[in-house]
């Protein structure tokens, strides 16, 4: 099972960031956490492994109305948000990738049909937020 919707866009790593929270907002997500995995492993582990991972960034994406049903079909579901969508861009590379958690790996872990209504309704937005960075789906 794959457990990501992801797209390869041929954008700057700066642009590319950007704009993934502005396809985010679009689709009625903030972003909650900002975790720049280069910086930590840079901080923690050295230039080495900061240059292996490359630019590498996990947005923690929230859409409130989404959190607020999910939670209340299965207050558990708290375990697997925000949404976490990664910006990442090895050195070499001539192309940014952006992939999200597919929604649909919530429904695996409960059986509640709220949860899956919410699941739908993610899956969705993250798609379309995607779509509208250009690039090829995969």
């Known amino acids: 099972m794959t457990y990501t919707l992801a797209t390869t866009v041929s954008l ?19 972003i909650l956490t900002e975790i720049n995995i280069r910086s ?3 901080a923690k582990l050295g230039a080495d492994a900061a240059d292996a991972v490359g630019d590498y960034i996990i947005l923690g994406a929230c859409n409130p109305s989404l959190a ?7 207050p558990e579901m708290g375990a697997l948000l925000p949404c976490n969508v990664v910006v990442r861009r090895n050195r070499d590379a001539e192309a940014t990738t952006v992939e ?3 929604p649909q790996a919530m429904v ?3 059986g509640a049909p709220a949860v899956k209504e919410v699941a739908d309704d993610a899956g969705t937005r ?13």
């Open 68 to 74: 607020s049903r999910a939670l209340a079909a299965e």
């Open 12 to 30: 700057p790593w700066a642009e590319a960031l950007e704009r993934t929270r502005e396809a985010l907002a679009a689709q009625g997500f903030g």
């Open 126 to 138: 993250l798609r379309k937020a995607l779509a509208s960075l250009g690039g090829a789906t995969a």
């Open 40 to 42: 930590t492993f840079e």
């Open 100 to 102: 999200a958690i597919d």
């Open 108 to 110: 695996q872990l409960s």
